[in-house]
């Protein structure tokens, strides 16, 4: 278990005027909104994933920043935070801070099942529901196709029974592109979750526009391609052209390639830090780039 000392120390820290702003509903920021499902669950295209750096936070120097990511996450009026099971304590972080903060109506939880036999699946997702200290996981989704058609049966029964919202299926990987076409075609999704970005265009090819024939929710992962696209970029500056998207940084410029497929999906960039909140949410305001512009984009990466 978590030092619950500790994080509720770290909450009298916050600054007045945060802690004021969590007991006020969310204000419309007028960030882009993606429907999910029937369209009734509406979710702002950017979201909080929290593979690698939620997973193993040890006293309140190394919960303090994701204490103050998730705060101003929700006081922007972001929703969707992804954990995982297999993301080390994740699930736990992120069910304590959630909970410490008092936000949990305000957010769009998803997590993940990622076994091999029905019955490991049951158990698994019992133990997402205690870790995230809530009744009902807004997203569940078969983690990299693993076990699929057993777990998407378990999955199915829990929306019906109202615990889950939604369910889908996951991957990063193209070497499951086929086998997860072949998933989205057969079984009935909410969403899918995939690999997508500037230099990484492959889910475009077959998978995103299969989406959105079949009206299924798009979640990206790795949009930045974890530091790939950052480390191509650096010490360059902005083309004349991000601002045409206002894009006033190279982490909104990649989001809003990510954002402005025809698909609409929503990204979930990995986020530990609030200042990245800022600068990833404004990717959810303002224009997104037409067809002739992210060509010009992709020209670009491809020419560095
Ligand atoms: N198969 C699957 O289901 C699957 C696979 C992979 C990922 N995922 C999900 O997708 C999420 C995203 O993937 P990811 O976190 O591995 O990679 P990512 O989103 O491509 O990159 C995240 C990294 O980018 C940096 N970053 C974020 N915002 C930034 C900003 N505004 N400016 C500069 N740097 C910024 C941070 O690096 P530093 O922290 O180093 O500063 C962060 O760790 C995961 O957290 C997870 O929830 C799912």
Redesign the pocket.
Known sequence: MLDRRTTLAGIATLPFTLKAALAQTAVDAGLRTVPIGSGAIQVPAVGI?????YDNPRGEEQFAPLRATIARFAELGGTVI???PSYGRAEEVVGQLVSDLGVRDKLFLAT?VGVDTREAGLAQIEQSFRKLRTDRIDLIAV??LRDVDNQLAILRDLKAAGRIRALGI???FDGQYEPFEAVMRRQALDTI?V?YALDNRNAADRILPLAQEKGIAVMV???????RL?TATRDKPLPDWATEIGAA?W?QLFLKYVLSHPSRPIA?????QAR?VD??LAAARGPLPDAALRKRMEHYIDGL
């Open positions: 994933g929290t593979a690698r750096r992804d954990t995982a993940k983690h990299n996951t991957t990063s979750q690999d992962n790795l949009p930045f391609g974890r530091d950052f940084s982490a979930i960039p990995g986020m530990a990245y600068d990833n």
